[in-house]
């Protein structure tokens, strides 16, 4: 695995390096010692599998507040996702920035989101499928979200919005979120 660093502090793009031969490809996913080095010392304790019918379709932006929040490690299976985090550590440089990335069962890449990062992605083709690594268990009451298209985060959807969940789209505004810190700045 290669990990490469995104503007965001703490998250990783990661490329696998598949061994191929005439039977297929082999490919590692995780490995303690590799991930130990770019400081990661939490167990993954849930993994989930995210099936998505619609291209088009848009989940989240999610995350869990503390002492709830999460470390991600996101693959897409099949199909292809734009992958969006954004970064709602209070005290970080880049609070309120935002990442994108392709993810698709053709490259192969994964993202390494860490603790006190919102997370969602838009489906770029019908039936696509990923699976989520978690560090902390889902939790109803530390749930937490962003809305999908707030215009203070300017994210850039590739695709026109064609399925959203009733819950998603009534997600909280960044400023209802974050109104006393955006003050303070």
């Not at 929040?69 to 897409?76: F, G, P, W």
């Not at 860490?114 to 690594?133: M, N, R, S, V």
Request: negative net charge.
């Amino acid at each position: 695995m290669q990990f490469h660093s995104t503007p965001l502090a703490g998250a990783y793009s990661i490329s696998l390096e598949p061994f191929v031969d005439e039977r297929g490809l082999f490919a590692r996913t995780f490995c303690q010692r590799e991930f130990a080095a770019i400081g990661h010392d939490k167990d993954f304790v849930q993994f989930n599998h995210s099936r998505n019918t619609h291209k088009g379709t848009i989940r989240g932006l999610h995350y869990q507040n503390p002492p709830h929040a999460e470390i991600k490690l996101i693959r897409c299976i099949k199909g292809a996702v734009y992958d969006v985090l954004v970064d709602v550590r209070k005290h970080s440089p880049t609070f309120l920035q935002h990442f994108g990335i392709e993810l698709s069962a053709e490259n192969m890449l994964m993202i390494y989101i860490p603790e006190g990062f919102a997370h969602g992605f838009q489906t770029l083709k019908d039936d696509t499928e990923l699976i989520y690594h978690h560090t902390a268990f889902y939790t109803p009451g530390a749930e937490s979200g962003l809305k999908f298209d707030d215009s203070r985060l300017d994210i850039k959807w590739p695709l026109p919005p064609t399925i959203i969940s009733e819950k998603d789209q009534n997600n909280p505004s960044v400023d209802q979120s974050f109104a006393e810190l955006i003050r303070r700045k």
